[in-house]
């Protein structure tokens, strides 16, 4: 049977886990492959971890043609994504984009929460570079690194708060993206805050689905 193959283009199993749980449980009818790119950085945080991301997630890209009827890249960078699309014959849809359109096709004005400050110039230029800077807030840091979120999920979760609780007062929002893969099902420890989250992973495998459709 065919899959959707959510490729994690860093090295921590336990991220792709994450994933895939998420793809499995926001579309339990479709069959999900989980692959992680053992040869990546153990987490993308900046430019120089997604250029030494890049080569061995697009042997992986290459490897799920022909296996699968379409790929997620589980970065929230898009690391690699344009070379990926180009490569690939079948979909390939990156978390990030996958966030900016559902925010836009919900009718979200939206802010990000990322991990580090070094990754907001990154998601800045997606967000200009895809056309989403005129439904955009603000891309925020919560300063805990990728691998804290699985770590330490109560400290993450209210770094997480803190920064949704201030772009809902100060960026004139209505919704909050989670701008990391890592981050994905937490919206769950969230609730007590007005505002609608978009998990980055459960986005791009609903799109993701719908272009196989």
């Not at 290459?62 to 180009?86: N, P, Q, R, S």
């Not at 890592?182 to 495998?205: K, N, R």
């Amino acid at each position: 049977m065919s899959a959707i193959t959510l490729i994690n283009p860093n090295s921590t199993q336990a991220m792709t886990d994450s994933m895939l749980a998420t793809a499995r449980k926001v579309l339990p009818g479709v069959v999900f492959e989980g692959w992680t790119s053992v040869d990546g950085p153990p987490a993308i945080q900046g430019r120089e971890d997604g250029e030494r991301a890049i080569p061995p997630m697009l042997d992986l890209v290459w490897k799920a043609y022909g296996f699968g009827m379409a790929v997620v890249i589980g970065c929230f960078d898009d690391t690699g994504l344009a070379e990926a699309k180009a490569k690939s014959p079948i979909p390939v849809v990156g978390i990030g984009e996958a966030s900016f359109h559902m925010a836009r096709l919900l009718g979200h004005r939206f802010s990000v929460v990322t991990t580090l400050p070094v990754s907001i110039p990154i998601i800045e230029e997606n967000i200009r570079a895809g056309g989403f800077a005129d439904i955009c807030g603000r891309v925020r840091a919560s300063d805990i690194p990728v691998l804290e979120l699985e770590a330490d999920p109560a400290a993450a979760c209210a770094a997480i708060a803190r920064e949704a609780e201030a772009a809902r007062r100060e960026d004139d929002v209505t919704a909050i993206v989670l701008g990391c893969a890592g981050m994905t099902g937490l919206e769950a420890h969230l609730s007590g805050i007005d505002a609608h989250f978009i998990d980055p992973v459960a986005s791009a495998c609903r799109l993701a689905h719908a272009l196989t459709c």
